[in-house]
Structures are given as structure tokens and as C-alpha cells.
């Protein structure tokens, strides 16, 4: 009847477990448990003895005491990403967990859902904090510091980009007479991040040779160009030799030295063909100031600002945990836990890097509970659970028929 009794207890705590799986279902994150029994020690009636010349041995006669839970064991498989979109939800794919801070404790996650709160930290959906590296004023991270709370420049803004290189690209018409002017403005910001329109002329001056000229402000004043003179074999440019009109630093207040690109890109370059006029600025790498306007976790785990003057810059880079014993870790909630003394020290590190999985950005993972394995532990429990109360029946019937020995 113990032994039965035993098994109850422990197809209830099977249950348990079952109910729990299919209870977290959709919960993002979530790893599936399973119940681990045991034997209990058994009743030894009989030894084993030792064969002889006369006797053969014999095997030890023993009853087993029932059953026990000896455990259960944490499935860590890869959940199904769900694509949601949303810039600041992630899935780690493959081995690998978010750090978080949480009451003074350090917590490890699967459930990326993330949000910025009042104070512009990032946090988890429970309010945990979530742990990496910052980026300095250059925009460098450094992943072997220690990480700390990551924090969101809410309406940071960026310092503008005095420009240094703009590219040209298009085509002056060959069919052109000698003196023909072709006309091309080109915007660059300065130091305070001011666009200034430079009103370039290219003035054709032999049958293959064109002359660039410049001038800025109203009334316009004089620019003096380095290397001003385009030339062109049949219709690909060859001169100047850098494929580039230079602008001496101080002739444009604000403004540093400017490199206009005219050449040495296949889809980028100054061409003298037969067509009509289609001289344009394609790039110029100058700025103004910027405020942030969106943020986004990219494939790398890093975080990236981008600003109203369409500048990008990254704010921080996410830390990902692993350990040498995944399924040691101790559950504290659905999908956070904590590290155990049987889980190995958390190794931090970028994603992608010690064996840690990597970022998929705009998806969150869900959880890998398989309703069909459930409801068939599900059954398997249910069954366990009523041959143990059979047998607590039928004990039940064998002691009433000894107290009816008496009658």
C-alpha cells in the first residue's frame, strides 16, 4: 500500500509538472519541464549466495519500496521565433540568455521583449534592468568591461559633420560647343552645421577638356579650386589624376579641406557622352545636427540610434550570457532564472562570439512546449496515477479479508 502510495505522490507531482508545461504554453521564453523518477531502495529478503561444488548460486531476493521523484530536467531547446517587428524585441538563437538586474539581483532571461521606462534605461518586460556595454563619445564599445545598465539617450542629440567629400556623378554633354557652361550647385555644412551652397560652373574649353570654377554667398566670392580641369578619351574621364576637385581648407568659413569626387566608382563617375546633361552631387558625408529619433538592436546585439539628419550611431551593445550547465540554472519565473552552484559561472560576452547564439532582431522566441507531447504525459500521468490507486484498492480489499479471518 506504501508503494502505492508513493506512486500517487509521485504521478501528482508529474502532473504538476505537465499542467505547469502546458500552463506556459505562450509564454515567451518559456523551456519545457520533465519528471525524472526513481526507485526507491528496495527491501532486501534474501541475500545472494555464493555458488559452491554442491550448490549453485543464488540471485538476492529483493521488494522494491515504491517510487520517488529524483528530479526534473529543464529542455532548453529552441523555441519558434514569432516575427512581431517591433524594433526592440529580440530572440536569442541558440545557447544563450539576456542579462538583467532585478531587486539587486542578477537574473538571466529569454524573453526579449524589451521597453525603455521613465528613466530611459532599457528594461524587461518584469522591469528588469538589462545589462552591456554603453558606446563612448566616438561610438566605440567595449565588450570586456564590465557591463552595466544600459541606458537610451531620449532626445540626445548628435553634433553636425562639417563636410570633407562629396561625390559627383553624371554626364556633360560632348556634343557641347567650346564655351558652354554647365551649371551644378553642391551643398556642404560647417562647423555649425549650416549648409552652404557652392555654385560650381564647368565651362568647356577644348573638345575633350572642361574647366570647373566655383563661387558661394550672395554677392558670390571667388573659390579657388585644385585640379579644376576635367579631361576626357572617349568619354571616360582621365584628368585630373586623383579623380578629384580639392577645396583649400579656409576658403569657406567653417569648412575644412573638401574633396569633390568625380570619379573612380562604376556608378559614381563624370562622364562626356553624347547625352544630355546630368552633372549631380550623388553623396556628400556632411551634416547637421541631429535628435534621435529611433532606436533598433540590430543582428550584432547592438543598439542603434537614428537621428533626424539621417545619421545613425550606436548607443550600446546587448550582454549575453551562457554557461558551461544551461540545465543547472534555477528557475526563478517562466523564463528568467539564476545561477546555481551546479550552472558554472555566466561567461559574458557579444552575441555570436564563446559559443553564445545570435540576435534575431524584430522577433521574440516562444516557448518550446509541444502540446502534443503534453497531453500525451498528460495521459501517461493520468494512467500512472490510477493503477497506483488500484493497487491502494486492492490492498485495501486484502487487509478487510484478514480482519474477516476473525469472524
Given at each position: 500500500?506504501?508503494?502505492?502510495?508513493?506512486?500517487?505522490?509521485?504521478?501528482?507531482?508529474?502532473?504538476?509538472?505537465?499542467?505547469?508545461?502546458?500552463?506556459?504554453?505562450?509564454?515567451?521564453?518559456?523551456?519545457?519541464?520533465?519528471?525524472?523518477?526513481?526507485?526507491?531502495?528496495?527491501?532486501?529478503?534474501?541475500?545472494?549466495?555464493?555458488?559452491?561444488?554442491?550448490?549453485?548460486?543464488?540471485?538476492?531476493?529483493?521488494?522494491?519500496?515504491?517510487?520517488?521523484?529524483?528530479?526534473?530536467?529543464?529542455?532548453?531547446?529552441?523555441?519558434?521565433?514569432?516575427?512581431?517587428?517591433?524594433?526592440?524585441?529580440?530572440?536569442?538563437?541558440?545557447?544563450?540568455?539576456?542579462?538583467?538586474?532585478?531587486?539587486?539581483?542578477?537574473?538571466?532571461?529569454?524573453?526579449?521583449?524589451?521597453?525603455?521606462?521613465?528613466?530611459?534605461?532599457?528594461?524587461?518586460?518584469?522591469?528588469?534592468?538589462?545589462?552591456?556595454?554603453?558606446?563612448?563619445?566616438?561610438?566605440?564599445?567595449?565588450?570586456?568591461?564590465?557591463?552595466?545598465?544600459?541606458?537610451?539617450?531620449?532626445?540626445?542629440?548628435?553634433?553636425?559633420?562639417?563636410?570633407?567629400?562629396?561625390?559627383?556623378?553624371?554626364?556633360?554633354?560632348?556634343?557641347?560647343?567650346?564655351?558652354?557652361?554647365?551649371?551644378?550647385?553642391?551643398?556642404?555644412?560647417?562647423?555649425?552645421?549650416?549648409?552652404?551652397?557652392?555654385?560650381?560652373?564647368?565651362?568647356?574649353?577644348?573638345?575633350?577638356?572642361?574647366?570647373?570654377?566655383?563661387?558661394?554667398?550672395?554677392?558670390?566670392?571667388?573659390?579657388?579650386?585644385?585640379?579644376?580641369?576635367?579631361?576626357?578619351?572617349?568619354?571616360?574621364?582621365?584628368?585630373?589624376?586623383?579623380?578629384?576637385?580639392?577645396?583649400?581648407?579656409?576658403?569657406?568659413?567653417?569648412?575644412?579641406?573638401?574633396?569633390?569626387?568625380?570619379?573612380?566608382?562604376?556608378?559614381?563617375?563624370?562622364?562626356?557622352?553624347?547625352?544630355?546633361?546630368?552633372?549631380?552631387?550623388?553623396?556628400?558625408?556632411?551634416?547637421?545636427?541631429?535628435?534621435?529619433?529611433?532606436?533598433?538592436?540590430?543582428?550584432?546585439?547592438?543598439?542603434?540610434?537614428?537621428?533626424?539628419n539621417g545619421l545613425t550611431s550606436p548607443i550600446a551593445m546587448l550582454a549575453v550570457a551562457n554557461f558551461s550547465n544551461s540545465e543547472g540554472l534555477e528557475r526563478v519565473t517562466g523564463s528568467n532564472w539564476r545561477a546555481s552552484s551546479n550552472s558554472g559561472l555566466a561567461q559574458l560576452g557579444p552575441t555570436g562570439t564563446g559559443g553564445r547564439g545570435s540576435i534575431?532582431?524584430?522577433?521574440?522566441?516562444?516557448?518550446?512546449?509541444?502540446?502534443?507531447?503534453?497531453?500525451?504525459?498528460?495521459?501517461?500521468?493520468?494512467?500512472?496515477?490510477?493503477?497506483?490507486?488500484?493497487?491502494?484498492?486492492?490492498?485495501?480489499?486484502?487487509?478487510?479479508?484478514?480482519?474477516?479471518?476473525?469472524?
Amino acid at each position: 500500500m506504501y508503494s502505492a502510495v508513493s506512486g500517487l505522490r509521485s504521478h501528482q507531482i508529474m502532473m504538476d509538472v505537465v499542467g505547469n508545461n502546458i500552463a506556459n504554453v505562450n509564454t515567451q521564453g518559456y523551456k519545457r519541464n520533465t519528471a525524472i523518477f526513481q526507485d526507491v531502495l528496495s527491501q532486501v529478503i534474501s541475500g545472494a549466495s555464493t555458488p559452491t561444488a554442491n550448490a549453485g548460486g543464488r540471485n538476492p531476493s529483493q521488494v522494491g519500496l515504491g517510487v520517488m521523484m529524483s528530479g526534473t530536467a529543464q529542455q532548453f531547446g529552441q523555441g519558434f521565433l514569432q516575427i512581431t517587428n517591433r524594433d526592440l524585441d529580440v530572440a536569442i538563437q541558440g545557447d544563450g540568455f539576456l542579462v538583467m538586474e532585478k531587486a539587486g539581483e542578477t537574473l538571466y532571461t529569454r524573453a526579449g521583449a524589451l521597453f525603455v521606462d521613465a528613466d530611459a534605461r532599457l528594461v524587461s518586460s518584469g522591469g528588469g534592468l538589462i545589462q552591456g556595454w554603453g558606446a563612448d563619445a566616438t561610438g566605440n564599445i567595449d565588450p570586456t568591461a564590465a557591463p552595466g545598465v544600459i541606458r537610451l539617450p531620449v532626445g540626445d542629440q548628435n553634433p553636425p559633420v562639417v563636410t570633407s567629400e562629396v561625390k559627383l556623378g553624371g554626364n556633360l554633354p560632348a556634343a557641347a560647343p567650346i564655351g558652354e557652361i554647365v551649371n551644378a550647385g553642391v551643398e556642404v555644412f560647417d562647423t555649425t552645421g549650416a549648409a552652404i551652397t557652392v555654385d560650381m560652373s564647368y565651362e568647356k574649353t577644348a573638345a575633350n577638356e572642361w574647366t570647373a570654377t566655383a563661387t558661394y554667398g550672395d554677392p558670390p566670392t571667388a573659390i579657388t579650386l585644385t585640379d579644376n580641369v576635367l579631361s576626357f578619351v572617349d568619354g571616360e574621364l582621365t584628368g585630373p589624376a586623383d579623380l578629384g576637385i580639392d577645396i583649400a581648407a579656409g576658403q569657406i568659413p567653417g569648412v575644412q579641406d573638401v574633396t569633390l569626387v568625380i570619379g573612380g566608382d562604376t556608378d559614381r563617375r563624370v562622364t562626356q557622352y553624347s547625352d544630355d546633361t546630368s552633372l549631380a552631387v550623388v553623396t556628400q558625408n556632411g551634416a547637421p545636427a541631429g535628435v534621435l529619433q529611433s532606436i533598433r538592436v540590430g543582428p550584432d546585439g547592438i543598439i542603434v540610434g537614428t537621428y533626424s539628419n539621417g545619421l545613425t550611431s550606436p548607443i550600446a551593445m546587448l550582454a549575453v550570457a551562457n554557461f558551461s550547465n544551461s540545465e543547472g540554472l534555477e528557475r526563478v519565473t517562466g523564463s528568467n532564472w539564476r545561477a546555481s552552484s551546479n550552472s558554472g559561472l555566466a561567461q559574458l560576452g557579444p552575441t555570436g562570439t564563446g559559443g553564445r547564439g545570435s540576435i534575431a532582431p524584430g522577433t521574440l522566441e516562444m516557448s518550446n512546449v509541444d502540446l502534443a507531447l503534453e497531453f500525451t504525459e498528460l495521459i501517461r500521468s493520468q494512467r500512472g496515477f490510477q493503477a497506483n490507486s488500484r493497487v491502494v484498492t486492492a490492498s485495501d480489499e486484502l487487509l478487510q479479508e484478514i480482519v474477516n479471518l476473525k469472524r
